[in-house]
């Protein structure tokens, strides 16, 4: 099953209280990640506070088409999270883990 967002609640500045469908839930500060032009409007705190859940996609949306993947927003959130180390080099967010060895 695909990971998604199930609840989202705006606090303040660039963060946001987000539980997933996987039962992790922690708070995500994106105060530093907002680079690049598609993300220019969202440097505005009043424009980020209009971030929502949608339901239908399961992640934060923001007005003109601007979302997070859920996966990126689990790894904002948990980044040290010793028991979700191997999703995020799955998905390419740390260096992949070396094989055990003998």
Same mark, same amino acid.
């Given at each position: 099953?695909?990971?998604? !967002?199930?609840?989202?609640?705006? !606090? ?6 987000? &539980?997933?469908? /996987? ?5 995500? /500060? *994106?105060? /530093?990640?907002?680079? #690049?032009?598609?993300?220019?409007? !969202?440097?505005? +705190? %009043? ?6 859940? /949608?339901? =239908?996609?399961?992640?934060? &949306?923001?007005?003109? #088409?601007?979302?997070? %993947?859920? =996966?990126? !927003? *689990?790894?904002? @959130?948990?980044?040290?999270?010793? =028991?979700? +180390? +191997?999703k995020? %080099? =799955? ?6 883990l070396?094989? @055990? #060895?003998?």
């Amino acid at each position: 099953m695909p990971l998604r !967002l199930t609840r989202a609640s705006y !606090l303040d500045g660039y963060r946001f209280s987000v &539980v997933f469908s /996987d039962g992790h839930s922690g708070v995500v /500060d *994106l105060k /530093d990640r907002l680079q #690049g032009p598609v993300f220019l409007p !969202l440097q505005n +705190q %009043a424009v980020f506070a209009q971030g929502t859940l /949608d339901p =239908e996609v399961g992640t934060l &949306v923001w007005p003109g #088409g601007v979302d997070l %993947a859920p =996966e990126y !927003l *689990l790894f904002r @959130a948990l980044p040290n999270a010793p =028991e979700l +180390q +191997q999703k995020y %080099a =799955e998905w390419g967010y740390v260096p992949r883990l070396a094989p @055990a #060895g003998p």
